[in-house]
């Protein structure tokens, strides 16, 4: 099976010692983007969130710093390689295990503000990470986001996770 990319929704809540679970949905994508269990995060440029992907986005994240550049010598814009390769490539490789049990290192968790949960948005090449209060005061271009984060968040403390 090829990679599809990442779709959909779903919650997870913080474990202790700064563990969370990644959801069967997006453990299997992972998975078959990485060639085994190999996460891939980094904070989001613009979002206050963080990015995740499989190691596969590797190749793709070449492309995409050769692309900016020749535009920026086309337009004849400065363009710092060096810098914006350190931008793409600073994610962190975190293994998980088969439960998709994996550690979020403390300097990420910052980044985004994430505390008590993790809300995963599906975005093709790669999945956003929230913290729910973070992703609640997106502009109404994530109406749908906030809405499953809602209803997912009201699930979790449902069930009293």
């Not at 920026?72 to 390769?85: C, H, I, M, P, Q």
């Not at 931008?87 to 979020?104: I, N, T």
């Amino acid at each position: 099976m090829t990679f599809g990319g990442y779709s959909g929704q779903a919650y997870s809540p913080a474990g202790d010692k700064g563990r969370f679970v990644l959801p069967p949905l997006f453990r299997k994508a992972v998975k078959e983007s990485s060639d085994g269990r190999v996460l891939c995060l980094m904070k989001h440029p613009t979002w206050n969130c963080l990015v995740g992907f499989g190691l596969s986005r590797k190749e793709e994240l070449d492309a995409q710093l050769d692309r900016e550049e020749e535009i920026a010598v086309r337009v004849g814009k400065d363009f710092d390689r060096d810098t914006r390769a350190s931008q793409l490539f600073g994610f962190l490789e975190m293994p998980f295990d088969d439960s998709g049990r994996f550690v979020m290192p403390d300097h990420l968790r910052s980044l985004a503000g994430i505390e008590e949960g993790l809300y995963f948005q599906g975005g093709g090449r790669f999945f956003t990470l929230w913290n729910p209060d973070e992703l609640a005061k997106m502009s109404d271009d994530w109406a749908s986001a906030k809405a499953a984060c809602d209803s997912l968040l009201a699930d979790a403390k449902a069930k009293g996770k």
